[in-house]
């Protein structure tokens, strides 16, 4: 199986900063895309930010110039700079990956997985 971990949510005040981590472990053959969705209290989950396995980088415009999404390819991590927050960005942040596996035919098969979410908590 595979697992997401996700950690560095918190409490930080309006202007201030957090990074978010998510370690993918398990049986993985190699992960395309990594993405970040949040979820706010009565709403939808959204897409934040996704990175592709080229590192191509997408953000939702409501994060763009203070959200830097990154992954570390080695160690199967994906990371969330968040920068100058709002209390709008609060929500529990959920982790997302397009994670390659080998099926026991030999084939392989790209299957979805997600973390149990961070809560990040901005006050105004």
């Known amino acids: 199986q595979v697992q997401l971990v996700e950690s560095g949510g918190g409490l930080v005040q309006a202007g201030g900063s957090l990074r978010l981590s998510c370690a993918a472990s398990g049986s993985i053959f190699s992960i395309n895309a990594m993405d970040w969705y949040r979820q706010a209290p009565g709403k939808q989950r959204e897409l934040v930010a996704a990175?592709?396995?080229?590192?191509?980088?997408n953000y939702a415009d409501s994060v763009k110039g203070r959200f830097t999404i990154s992954r570390d390819n080695a160690k199967n991590t994906v990371y969330l700079q968040m920068n100058s927050l709002k209390p709008e960005d609060t929500g529990v942040y959920y982790c997302?990956?397009?994670?390659?596996?080998?099926?026991?035919?030999?084939?392989?098969?790209?299957?979805?997985?997600w973390g149990q979410g961070t809560q990040v908590t901005v006050s105004s």
């Open positions: 997302h990956a397009e994670v390659v596996r080998t099926r026991v035919d030999g084939s392989k098969g790209s299957y979805s997985y």
């Open positions: 990175i592709t396995s080229g590192s191509n980088t």
